[in-house]
């Protein structure tokens, strides 16, 4: 399993996209996918969630050759740089949507037992297919204009955020009072995305991108870690290429506990995902 | 496995209460429960997706002897009136939060090979250990006096609704337009909610309430079928006793597919679980 060399990257696209180079996974037989978490995409000592969640989603899609509908992670244990294996399982193939489970799993450090790392269970279609009838309610979010959003710097706020060169985030500045010990207390956070490497968004990209804002509990004062024990995304169209506006909300953080909501916007005005998740809240 | 004349219904209280006894499950060795789904809580042709959620949610809360925290159901095939299987796994076992699936397979009536009919991710833990703070900033639904609500009379509308008489529930007035062809067109659907038998909330019933109220697409002047393709609840606390206040919205229909988000409080002003589902927009 670990004898691959220059594993072909045979379900990232040969793009050069450090996105695709970073989710491809390669077919090692029946409903197993091998997949190398890059360093690159490390948070804290760990690797970020939302690009585990697009490695085991890219391997589920193989699976149930479509693309992601509505997708549910269950994190389990932090993920490392390094081989992972990617198990997936079809539980229903139908005419226009199908249902499967991805379990992503790598060998503990000390004792080389195989540990879940991520657990999807997931319905793919193809979005094309879809009429085309819009009658979204929503509204995308009040956000000033691209050039007046701005970046945040990760090196001065914590360590090894590499994953934060992996996108290009231009956040409201309303949303980052935070880093000057005034955060706005709305539990808002929102601004323009893209992924760094210029790679346009597709559903897939999407599963990363809900999750790739700084956690709106900073906006609360609480700047800590913040795990996700669960995230469900619905991908509810192909994405226009360009920028993405992402909002999150939480408006039930209590016991401990806060729900996290996003939604993301294409360059053409549509809602194209809206995900929410349960993660654990940081210490006061 | 359909030998039990008079199955033990030792994981549904012995309460008398009608809910307890259709999602009550009974141990048939390691990871594998037996259960029967009752024709009274049928909806046409099959059994009500979200009593068969709370079935197997049971099943998985005594695999991980826990109450629910975040469950993910898909639906794969509709449920009939009958014994079905519930197989369970456990995922991981932590201290404070334990994850896994389940499975729930009945046969089919022609072939007799077991069908899945949903299959659940679901994380579960002890409410009761969550710390008391509440900073909610959500706030609930601005409902009429519980006297000023109504009911509406299933029989009226569709056949074969029986489970509508497992619920007392109370419409906002606001939200009835449908039913003489003025439907309001905000996507919403809310009232006042509690189980017919009586039986006080706990996390598990919330699981079945969360998607008890009418479909929010009548309130668009489309009453048609609207099925769940996947539903996700968070359980944010142990409800208190009494009338639940549930709202439903949708804010992107699209694509012939919307979500469906659910909040429900209890009577003591808590936002105790959150919820949204994809589901099939019935046809114009």
Not at 66 to 88: I, N
Not at 162 to 182: A, N, Q
Request: glycine share 10%; charged share 25%; aromatic share 6%.
């Amino acid at each position: 399993m670990t004898s691959v060399a220059e594993p072909e990257r045979s379900l990232g696209r040969a793009s050069g996209s450090e996105f695709d180079q970073a989710t491809g996974v390669t077919s090692e037989g029946p409903h197993a996918y091998r997949a190398e978490l890059p360093q690159k995409w490390r948070v804290g000592g760990g690797i970020n969630g939302g690009l585990v969640l697009a490695v085991a989603a890219r391997a589920l899609g193989a699976e149930l050759d479509g693309s992601p509908f509505a997708v549910t992670a269950h994190y389990l244990s932090a993920s490392r740089a390094g081989v992972a294996t990617v198990r997936t399982k079809a539980l229903k193939r139908g005419r226009s949507l199908s249902t499967g489970t991805a379990s992503l799993l790598q060998a503990d450090k000390a004792t080389g037992e195989l540990r879940e790392r991520v657990h999807l269970l997931g319905t793919y279609g193809d979005h094309s297919r879809l009429d085309g009838e819009v009658r979204t309610s929503a509204v995308p979010p009040d956000l000033p204009p691209l050039d007046e959003c701005l970046p945040i710097d990760g090196a001065s706020i914590v360590t090894h955020m590499d994953v934060m060169d992996r996108t290009e985030i231009r956040y409201d500045p309303s949303c980052l009072g935070w880093l000057k010990g005034k955060p706005s207390g709305r539990g808002v956070m929102q601004g323009w995305v893209r992924l760094a490497d210029g790679r346009d968004p597709d559903p897939l990209s999407l599963l990363f991108v809900v999750d790739a804002l700084a956690p709106v509990a900073v906006d609360f004062g609480l700047p800590g870690w913040c795990p996700t024990l669960e995230l469900t995304a619905h991908v509810r169209a192909d994405p226009a290429p360009g920028w993405l506006r992402v909002r999150h909300s939480t408006r039930n953080f209590a016991g401990g506990l806060l729900e996290e909501d996003a939604e993301v916007w294409d360059s053409a005005g549509r809602l194209v995902a809206q995900s929410r998740q349960l993660a654990k809240a940081p210490k006061p």
